[in-house]
């Protein structure tokens, strides 16, 4: 079991950068993927960036949406069990909950089975 708990939410505004932080309860999470997945109010979750475990490479092999390239970062330091989103160049339309989330399994790719709360970003126009 992994709880896992979001923070560095908040508001900003457009073309400012904020960095969501998730620490994972347990030490031993360097063979979980990791995603961070965010929420338009009404629609379903969407995947944003996510990261591979490390239990086959030091340079794990990471993923972001078309939406997220070149403005968003995902890094992990499992020493620390954590996972970080950096977002630069926000958006107005990139204002939703942000989730983290952790699978068993090296790749980011499939079904992630536990979650964090969330957390709010808004960003004004």
């Known amino acids: 079991q992994v709880q896992l708990r979001e923070s560095g939410g908040g508001s900003v505004q457009a073309g400012g950068s904020l960095t969501l932080s998730c620490t994972a309860s347990?030490?031993?999470?360097?063979?979980?993927?990791l995603g961070w997945f965010r929420q338009f109010p009404g629609k379903e979750r969407e995947l944003v960036a996510a990261i591979a475990s490390t239990d086959s490479s030091d340079d794990p092999s990471t993923y972001s949406t078309a939406s997220a390239k070149g403005r968003f970062t995902i890094s992990r330091n499992n020493a620390k069990a954590t996972v970080s989103l950096r977002m630069t160049h926000l958006k107005p339309e990139d204002s939703a909950v942000y989730l983290c989330?952790?699978?068993?399994?090296?790749?980011?790719?499939?079904?992630?089975?536990?979650w964090g709360q969330g957390t709010q970003v808004t960003v004004s126009a």
């Open positions: 347990r030490r031993t999470f360097s063979g979980n993927a």
């Open positions: 989330a952790a699978r068993v399994g090296r790749s980011w790719r499939g079904l992630y089975e536990y």
